[in-house]
């Protein structure tokens, strides 16, 4: 199963992003993402942004990923 992650977007170079998850930063290819600006949530997947979203789903879509982890965590 693939799994994109909500990530904000930092710092843009180009066709390439600085993104955060988490409070970690990693570089992202914008090549298969909509026009996006610093400050916006993309869809990360296999180090490509692929579309953007807003910060309310993102946010939930975060909220629900730590309920998973920790779910996993206990089990």
């Known amino acids: ?3 994109a992650i909500p990530a904000r977007v930092i ?3 180009g066709d390439q992003a600085e993104v ?3 409070g970690i ?3 992202a ?3 298969l993402c ?3 600006r610093v400050g916006q949530y ?3 997947h296999a180090g490509f942004a692929i579309q953007v979203v807003d910060e309310e789903e ?3 879509t975060l909220r629900l990923l730590q309920e998973i982890g920790d779910i996993g965590e206990i089990s």
């Open 1 to 3: 199963m693939c799994l």
């Open 11 to 13: 710092e843009i170079d």
């Open 20 to 22: 955060e998850i988490g």
């Open 25 to 27: 930063i990693r570089r």
């Open 29 to 31: 290819s914008l090549a």
């Open 34 to 36: 909509p026009p996006v």
């Open 42 to 44: 993309v869809l990360l």
């Open 58 to 60: 993102a946010q939930e």
